[in-house]
């Protein structure tokens, strides 16, 4: 008789598993979805917007093309003064050598 009442609580024990892990699954999921909604939002006011491309960053109250001029300037401000006086390259040398 305790093999047939064995073989009635197996199928019960396993569905009561089941349930647990499941329900576990749920409520994991739940919290990361929330989670990940909550930090979206906080970065999206904070300037910086995430996408499968990557991550944007936006200077608050600053156009993107007055943002675009500014670092365009700098970096031709850099490349116009980034030469050193007196230096020759000898791969790119276009003086003939003294003899």
Known sequence: MSSTLWKLVEPFVFLVIIGIMGFTGYVVYSIMT???RTVNRKMTNKGVQV??????????GVS?????????????NVWRNSEMEGYKSRLWNTEKPKK
Do not use: I, P
């Open 64 to 76: 993107r093309e007055d943002y675009m001029d500014k670092t365009q300037s700098v970096l031709v």
């Open 51 to 60: 996408t499968r491309k990557g991550a944007q960053v936006r200077v608050k």
């Open 34 to 36: 929330k989670l990940s």
